[in-house]
């Protein structure tokens, strides 16, 4: 089975492709379409991913899966969330980081939350789920794999950051594949 991903982020598309393997062939938008990007302009993570599942899905008339995801931190009362991706533009990852890691007091607590989609346009099914991944801030950033703020994110039951850990094993715990993971089964359940 074949399914396209709304995604312009290259990690994401590698990280689902590698979550479905088994199961879809994941293509990118991108194949089909000079995917324009929707504004993203729902306060929640849920309402981004249908924004960008439901224009890109009505524009290629196929199914389609989006992610909407960002990383909240505790002490900063869920910032940046679902500006992650906006509180990032004309600068470097690793200068927001370095500013994050000054305005972080003695709670680190953090979490990625990642909100996957499915719709399709031909029976209007339209299906989200959420998922998570807890963890902490760490005091310095390390690792170069992954991307965006992964290199500061520690998950539970670890000590190193998933710049560190690397994507196999980031690939079975993270937000991304909790999220889909659920998805994954629910469309398997309806027979879809
Ligand atoms: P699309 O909307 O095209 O899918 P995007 O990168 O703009 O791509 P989002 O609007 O969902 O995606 O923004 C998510 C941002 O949150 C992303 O750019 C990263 O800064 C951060 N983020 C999300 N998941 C992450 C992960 O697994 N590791 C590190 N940072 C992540």
Redesign the pocket.
């Known amino acids: 089975k074949e399914i396209y991903f709304a995604?312009?982020?290259q990690h994401?598309l590698n990280e689902i492709q590698e979550i479905f393997k088994n199961h879809f062939i994941v293509k990118s938008i991108f194949d089909l379409v000079d995917y324009f990007?929707p504004e993203?302009c729902a306060d929640s993570f849920i309402g981004?991913s249908t924004i960008?599942a439901v224009t890109a899905g009505s524009l290629v008339n196929k199914p389609v899966f989006?992610?909407?995801?960002?990383?909240c931190i505790d002490s900063l009362k869920g910032f940046p969330g679902v500006k992650?991706?906006r509180y990032?533009e004309g600068h470097t990852y690793m200068e927001k980081m370095e500013t994050l890691l000054k305005k972080i007091d003695n709670n680190r607590k953090a979490y990625?939350a990642?909100a996957a989609t499915f719709y399709d346009p031909k029976t209007h099914i339209l299906i989200s789920t959420e998922g998570r991944v807890y963890g902490s801030i760490s005091k310095d950033i390390r690792g170069k794999n992954?991307?965006?703020?992964?290199p500061f994110f520690i998950p539970e039951g670890f000590e190193q950051t998933?710049g560190e850990l690397g994507e196999e094993i980031k690939n079975k715990i993270?937000?991304?594949f909790n999220a889909f993971d659920k998805l994954k089964d629910i469309l398997y359940k309806l027979g879809l």
Request: avoid cysteine.
């Open positions: 995604t312009s982020n994401k990007e993203e981004n960008k989006a992610d909407d995801s960002g990383l992650s991706a990032m990625f990642s992954g991307f965006g703020y992964d998933f993270s937000h991304r």
